[in-house]
């Protein structure tokens, strides 16, 4: 009995002890010890403060490993699909188009809300889809254009200005912003606001091929702005401004113009992967992105607003954000009714292609 005694006292003192010697953080996440989980995100000035900011401060305090893949909306769906009977990612980065339909193919899973207390402080207009997804960025979309050589638009109307003639750039129809520009000639078109104008995208076409003349190129890289602050034309887009204002704070002279029609919404988002590896894991670096330490970098770094409330900028930076939330209802921020859009769009696609590439 005496050395059951001892030997019980004995292991309660050692266990103590190495509970007293073990890192703090440890033992706080010692669940995630060894894990990995595979996530997909975006490139650009994004990317690369999630790659140097995020991953390495998560990975540490978790003692786990995060493998990032760099890929764009459609991409990552297209990853989704073809892993969809053994899911290898956990979590995504996808628009806001994405998330609706991840979700109607089954590719995702509720988000974990009882592990994502941060969730809460996440302006309710971001959480998409009944809780499939939630914003991480806000970017408007507009015209961009060299302030040396043109003024901002007044109206979309004014791109078919003669002035313009092998001017101005055009994002490719493989890019999310083209829709916008099929929207916004639909808005001049029928004078219809957005909201209306979606859904008569049909009576644009004749008046978009009138713009051939004045469209010097479709781009699809990140340096198109770079490229016409250079002289490659006097503007460009429709393109969301977080490809836009990083050059111009750098001194290179180019901004962004937002017509009367109105502004578009661009939000990035994170979708939970249905059966993806690791969940918990996943939660909590979904969880970690929407913190609002996370969120200002990545605001300040890619001159996008974040999702969560609260936040406070440089005027200098706060100038180019449309942030908080009222100053996007000041802007008029525009997001589609993806459910519809993404139906038509590939015919939308094919008459864009076949007025601007044929």
């Known amino acids: ?18 509970v007293l010697a073990a890192p703090m953080g440890y ?23 999630v790659r140097k900011n995020v991953l390495p401060a998560f990975e540490k305090e978790f003692d786990c490993k995060v493998l990032a893949q760099q890929g764009s909306t459609l991409g990552q769906i297209s990853l989704l699909r073809a892993s969809k009977e053994a899911p290898k990612f956990t979590v995504m980065f996808v628009d806001d188009l994405g998330v609706e339909i991840a979700k109607r193919e089954g590719l995702i899973d509720p988000l974990p809300k009882d592990k994502m207390p941060n969730l809460g402080q996440v302006y309710p207009r971001f959480i998409y889809n009944d809780g499939y997804g939630v914003a991480l960025m806000i ?28 001017a101005i750039s ?23 606001p957005y909201k209306e104008a979606q859904y008569l995208v049909d009576q644009a076409w004749p008046k978009l091929a009138q713009l051939k003349p004045n ?36 001194g290179v002279p180019i901004d962004m113009s937002f017509p009367k029609e109105g502004a578009f919404a661009g939000v990035n988002c994170q979708v939970f992967v249905k059966g993806g590896p690791n969940p918990d894991l996943g939660a909590a670096f979904m969880n970690r992105v929407l913190d609002p330490k996370v969120q200002q970098g990545l605001a300040e770094a890619t001159i996008a607003a974040p999702s969560v409330g609260g936040i406070e900028f440089k005027p200098e930076i706060a100038k180019m954000l449309p942030y908080p939330d009222k100053k996007m209802d000041e802007l008029g921020l525009f997001s589609p009714d993806w459910a519809y859009v993404n139906k038509e769009r590939p015919s939308w696609i094919e008459k864009m292609s076949q007025i601007f590439v044929s």
Do not use: C, H
């Open 1 to 18: 009995m005496s050395r059951l005694i001892l030997n019980r006292r004995t292991l309660i003192k050692t266990a103590g002890a190495a």
């Open 27 to 49: 033992v706080r996440n010692g669940w995630a010890q060894g894990k990995q989980i595979q996530i997909g995100i975006w490139g650009g000035n994004q990317g690369e403060f």
């Open 139 to 166: 970017s408007s979309a507009g015209i961009f254009y060299n302030t040396k050589t043109a003024k901002p638009l007044e109206s979309y109307a004014d791109m078919w200005d003669p002035k313009y003639a092998k």
């Open 170 to 192: 055009l994002v490719t129809t493989k890019n999310t912003p083209s829709v916008f520009m099929a929207i916004a000639t639909a808005a001049v078109v029928t004078g219809k």
């Open 215 to 250: 469209v010097l190129k479709l781009y699809d890289t990140d340096d198109a702005p770079l490229l016409v602050a250079q002289g490659e034309g006097v503007m460009g887009g429709p393109e969301y401004s977080k490809y836009v204002y990083p050059y111009q704070v750098k």
